[in-house]
């Protein structure tokens, strides 16, 4: 069955699953990416942050697949928010990739508490990418509510997704709201917090029920919320059972079992978006 699409608020599509490539060794890369795309998947998420842009665009064209058939994301990196750096980042992305342009870009962290908390002036340098087409879409990662609302005074271009920890045990709700509200699709990263939340025993007994894994019924979860997500994995079997979310639902009982599980805050793995400030050497 096939991949579930979004439109985006500037018309743009998106495919709803992807594949993230977050801690996956530089070598080893071009290598996880061909094996997801000769899966199916069409959609890959990359970061600066994680140093293996030019794996991703080695497994693209490794796969023999069309770049145009592929919706790459990848995201600045926390030194390079002042304008001029973010100019010569992004065209290093690009040469990375070896592409003239990726489908969405985004700032990885607000970082608030750095560069004068002015996360508006690299938003607007975001916004150049994205009238010469060099960024199809453009958009932000771990940005709160107050972020938003500042781009949303002082900013042209609507952020097209928000980023941000989402799983069983983190609903974010306020955040995911906002961006409802706002035409801001929410991707959830860490869609299953790493693996933590699959020994649940509220997720086993579904996944049981139906005879699926707990993998499954998480990220089903997550595509029946409208979020879109990229789990990582670098075992071909996961990578092929994470693909097969679209030949069976969850019923509302079951995604209202999921949705309790929600911790608040204290469900967070990652870092809060309000204070993090690592920048990397
Ligand atoms: P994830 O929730 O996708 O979990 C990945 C880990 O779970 C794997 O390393 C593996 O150990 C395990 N796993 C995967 N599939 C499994 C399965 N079917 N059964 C059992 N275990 C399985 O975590 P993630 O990699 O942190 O997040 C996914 C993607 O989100 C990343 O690769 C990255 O692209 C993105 N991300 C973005 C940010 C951000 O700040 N914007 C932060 C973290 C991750």
Request: hydrophobic share 40%; proline share 5%; charged share 25%.
């Given at each position: 069955?096939?991949?579930a699409?979004l439109?985006?608020?500037?018309?743009?599509?998106?495919?709803?699953?992807?594949?993230?490539?977050y801690?996956?060794?530089?070598?080893?890369?071009?290598?996880?990416?061909?094996q997801a795309?000769e899966v199916?998947?069409?959609h890959?998420?990359?970061?600066?942050?994680?140093?293996?842009?030019?794996?991703?665009?080695?497994?693209?064209?490794?796969a023999?697949?069309d770049?145009?058939?592929?919706?790459i994301?990848?995201k600045?990196?926390?030194?390079?928010?002042?304008?001029?750096?973010?100019?010569v980042?992004?065209?290093?992305t690009?040469?990375?990739l070896?592409?003239?342009?990726?489908d969405?870009?985004?700032i990885?962290?607000?970082?608030?508490?750095?560069y004068?908390?002015?996360?508006?002036?690299?938003?607007?340098?975001?916004?150049?990418?994205?009238?010469?087409?060099r960024?199809?879409?453009i958009?932000?990662?771990?940005?709160?509510?107050?972020?938003?609302?500042?781009?949303a005074?002082?900013?042209?271009?609507?952020?097209a997704?928000?980023?941000?920890?989402v799983h069983?045990?983190?609903?974010?709700?306020?955040?995911?709201?906002?961006g409802?509200?706002?035409?801001?699709?929410?991707?959830?990263?860490?869609?299953i917090?790493q693996g933590g939340?699959?020994a649940?025993?509220?997720?086993?007994?579904v996944?049981?029920?139906?005879?699926?894994?707990?993998a499954?019924?998480?990220l089903?979860?997550?595509?029946?919320?409208?979020?879109i997500?990229?789990?990582?994995?670098?075992?071909?079997?996961?990578?092929?059972?994470?693909?097969?979310?679209?030949?069976?639902?969850?019923?509302?009982?079951d995604?209202?079992?999921?949705?309790?599980?929600?911790?608040?805050?204290?469900?967070?793995?990652?870092?809060?978006?309000?204070?993090f400030?690592?920048?990397p050497?």
């Open positions: 069955m096939g991949i699409t439109d985006l608020n500037n018309g743009q599509t998106i495919p709803q699953l992807g594949f993230g490539v801690q996956i060794e530089p070598e080893g890369t071009a290598d996880a990416v061909r795309l199916g998947y069409r890959i998420d990359t970061a600066q942050m994680y140093g293996n842009e030019a794996g991703v665009g080695r497994g693209i064209r490794d023999g697949v770049r145009e058939d592929v919706f994301t990848s600045l990196n926390n030194g390079f928010h002042a304008p001029e750096d973010a100019r980042a992004f065209d290093l690009l040469s990375e070896g592409t003239d342009h990726v969405l870009f985004l990885h962290w607000p970082l608030p508490t750095l004068d908390g002015d996360f508006v002036a690299t938003w607007k340098t975001l916004e150049e990418f994205y009238r010469a087409g960024a199809r879409s958009g932000v990662s771990n940005f709160q509510v107050n972020h938003l609302r500042r781009l005074q002082e900013a042209d271009v609507v952020p997704v928000n980023q941000i920890e069983p045990y983190l609903l974010n709700s306020e955040v995911r709201a906002y409802a509200e706002h035409g801001i699709a929410t991707e959830a990263w860490s869609p917090a939340v699959l649940d025993p509220a997720i086993t007994t996944a049981d029920r139906l005879g699926r894994t707990a499954q019924v998480v089903r979860w997550h595509v029946q919320r409208g979020d997500i990229f789990p990582k994995s670098t075992t071909p079997s996961r990578i092929q059972e994470n693909f097969e979310l679209f030949d069976f639902e969850l019923t509302q009982e995604m209202a079992a999921v949705s309790a599980l929600d911790r608040g805050e204290e469900g967070r793995t990652g870092p809060n978006p309000d204070v400030d690592y920048v050497a």
